[in-house]
């Protein structure tokens, strides 16, 4: 797996979009980007992987930078349920292995 | 979607008891699930990689005597803690691989909260 490098904390207001940045300098060619997320005291949830290309669905966005080094999970209208610690991971092939992830807050 | 349950979500032991969490998949076969445990304000920590049909891979530090992992099914894989002392105490979470999703990633258990008292 890719060492991946996230801030530890952000804030965000209700209704704004939430931009989570990574860095993920030494991922392979073929690693993807996951997104995950924990609500406390709860599981990690799938939100959102890719590799080269930016990704969409119904949660978030994935940017992907054509160098693949970072990427930016953007949540487009946060609410108050999206406050959690979220994990980026670089790789997922043989396992995953979780950073430290950046805690968002949204703000009403 | 692939769902994977996670049994129990809380235990409360006695020191030198031994604890069993089991973790199934409850709509896709999993060769390979993952046991994590996680302390407070932490990230999740890989523990070991539990290995249907055969032993499981531990991660470094990690006991394998004290934390045994069966895996003899392809949707149940199950982690007890051993002789429990009150610093096991944590939260900790299987996660599993449905091959059938492509790279969909990993599907997390809800967690099981253990206290050693």
């Known amino acids: 797996d890719a060492k991946t490098t996230q801030p530890p904390s952000m804030d965000c207001a209700e209704g704004r979009a939430a931009n989570l940045p990574c860095n993920h300098s030494t991922i392979s060619g073929n690693e993807y980007v996951y997104w995950y997320r924990q609500i406390h005291s709860q599981g990690p949830q799938y939100i959102i992987h890719?590799?080269?290309n930016n990704e969409t669905n119904e949660m978030a966005s994935l940017i992907i930078t054509e160098d693949r080094k970072s990427s930016t999970l953007i949540l487009p209208h946060a609410t108050l349920r999206d406050t959690a610690v979220y994990y980026c991971i670089g790789g997922g092939t043989n396992d995953m292995r979780f950073g430290a992830g950046t805690r968002l807050t949204v703000k009403p | 979607g692939a769902v994977v349950s996670q049994h129990p979500s809380r235990v409360i032991c006695k020191s030198g008891t031994s604890v069993k969490i089991e973790c199934r998949s409850l709509?896709?076969?999993?060769?390979?699930m993952f046991w994590y445990r996680q302390f407070p304000k932490k990230s999740l920590m890989l523990m070991a990689t539990?290995?249907?049909?055969?032993?499981?891979?531990?991660e470094q530090g990690v006991e394998k005597d004290k934390f045994l992992i069966n895996h003899a099914s392809l949707t149940l894989s199950t982690l007890t803690v051993t002789s429990a002392h009150p610093e096991d105490s944590s939260f900790y979470i299987c996660s599993a691989r449905d091959h059938g999703q492509g790279n969909y990633g990993y599907t997390f258990g809800s967690g099981t909260r253990l206290t050693v008292v």
């Open positions: 890719g590799l080269k």
């Open positions: 709509d896709f076969q999993a060769t390979t």
């Open positions: 539990s290995n249907e049909g055969s032993k499981a891979t531990y």
